[in-house]
């Protein structure tokens, strides 16, 4: 008896504090752990675990001191996996693109014989007069040369047809839609844009920039369930992709969209969606008073900067360059607006506090939008006025405790979007004034088979220079520009250190000295996407008090070969704590 009881005593002995820890864990919903963390930090600091207790990262360290602090609901084992934090893509057209998943591809269409053929199909399961749209075509594959309307004509009668080119800012249509637009000889460019005509005068189909609103304004609006399928598809895929937040271009009326998706948890990104620059102030103001009553969460849904339009794009040549393009003397591009008026609505958007984000594809039109910037902090300065009126900071949603500061602090944080092609002396700019340089590593992959012929073996070294922009110590968040682009991250980050195409051309890269290091680019698609719209205080790296948005990848992205990025994917995506896609399942 006294053997037995010794023997239990003992047992208790050792089995007592065993007990006590387990009762004295904390218990969280998820721990990944025995991994490779990547933060995402200034240091890229390195470590293997992760608590997350519902939608926030309560601790990061090892997994032997993690797994002794916390009860888990749900454990992985990440068997040495990288883990990084969710994909933040800065420059996307979501809804756009969601609604282009639904209409006719152009994409990767090697000849004008082969979009007939896919527009010919269209037409096989549409009702005469109905439209025809779609979005894709690249004339640069097509022997470098426009289409036309008689094209379209010879497969569509009797539809009207609009096709945006692949950068959206060019559209080509048949001689239904111009009818339909009321477009003959006698028809004026509107300003900051043009409609291409053939040796008689006639138009060809092809309406430049601001010109496309003539047909593209008379296109029926998708209705409720192309709205709701199409973005759904978008989510699918965003989630496929580990992207968690996105800064979407589609305007303000696509928030009653995403609100609706909010309301029915269904909405599996973060989005700070843009208002329109060319909208008046007061209209602004308006929107943005509705948009509050809404009482939305803001980490799920945001407003934050005013997109608008300085110049085109290289590949149609409407880009607004200083000198002509190199392959096309006499043609300089096309400015959206004069230099006076686009610092006239700078200055007065400033002032009211609103951050703005410009499109500037061209050297020409960075120093425009550079110069706006400039005069608008000049404005400020003046009379000693440099800090932000507190009545204007109602308009910038920064869910973060940035306080009043001097603009010098660049509380706005004003956006250059693309920064494509910058002159020498203007890189310094970007610095000096705090203006954030988003770009998207994807276009010189895409642009690099025409891009000297246009820019010239000098000037082409200001082209897609994201390693120079970063040695000036500039903001530098990276997006996809989809549907420009796949909505692809992966492809974003090969781009950024390899500067290859997917066959890996050319050997060492294009102009390789522009590339990065996976490390920097890793950041570049989080922690710098955070802080373009304000929200580096709640992710964009793995830390106590960070939303837990989290990527468990197929591959280690800093160790593997530049081409392996290509074929590595998500094995979970985490969105606000919980698992929203897990490959295979």
Known sequence: ??????????????????????????????????????????????VEAVA????????????????????AAKEIDLQ???????????????????????NVSLFDSKTVEEAKTRVAAKVKETKAGEWIIGRGWDHTRWANKFPTRANLDAVA???????????????????????????????????????????????TGILKETAQGLVGGLVPPPTAEQQTKGMELALKMAREYGITSVQDNSGYETTKLYREFLRQNKLTVRVA??????????????????????????SRLKLTALKGYVDGTLGSKTAAMLAPFSDDAGNSGIPRRSSEELTRMIVERDKEGFQIALHAIGDKANRMALDGFAEARKNRQEGGRNQINPNALR??????????????????????????????ADFKRFEELGIIASMQPTHAVSDKRWAESR????????????????????????????PVEAINPYATLYAAVSRQDAEGIPAGGWQPQERLSIEDAIRCHTYESAYAEFAEKEKGEIKIGMFADLIVHSKDLTTIEPREILTTAPVYT?????????RGN
């Open 273 to 298: 969606e843009w208002q329109d620059f060319e909208d008046s102030v007061e209209k602004l103001k308006q929107q943005r008073t509705e948009f509050a009553a809404f009482k939305d969460n803001p």
């Open 52 to 71: 997350v207790d519902g939608e926030k990262i309560v601790a990061v360290g090892t997994s032997n001191e993690l797994k002794a602090r916390y009860q």
């Open 80 to 102: 040495g996996k990288l883990v990084t934090p969710g994909f933040n893509d800065a420059h996307v057209h979501f809804f756009r693109g969601a609604l282009s998943l639904l």
């Open 455 to 482: 820019l010239g073996e000098y000037r082409v070294l200001g082209a897609y220079a994201w390693h120079l922009m970063k040695s000036y110590n500039v903001h530098i968040p990276f997006g996809t520009d989809f």
């Open 395 to 424: 308009f910038i949603n920064t869910n973060t405790d940035l306080g009043l500061t001097t603009y010098g602090d660049n509380l706005i944080r004003h956006r250059i979007e693309h920064a494509q092609v910058v002159n020498p």
């Open 157 to 203: 009668p009797n539809n009207p047809v609009y096709l945006v080119r692949v950068d959206g800012h060019v559209g080509w249509a048949n001689s239904a839609a111009l009818k339909l637009a009321k477009i003959d000889k006698a028809t004026k460019n509107p300003e900051g844009g043009e409609i291409e005509r053939d040796a008689n005068g006639e138009a």
């Open 574 to 582: 985490i969105f606000n704590g919980a698992i929203i896609y897990q």
């Open 1 to 46: 008896m006294l053997k037995n009881l010794l023997k239990i005593t003992l047992v208790l002995s050792l089995c007592l504090p065993n007990l006590v820890l387990a009762q004295t864990k904390q218990k969280i919903s998820l721990l990944l752990y025995n991994g490779k963390v990547f933060t995402a930090d200034e240091k890229f600091t390195i």
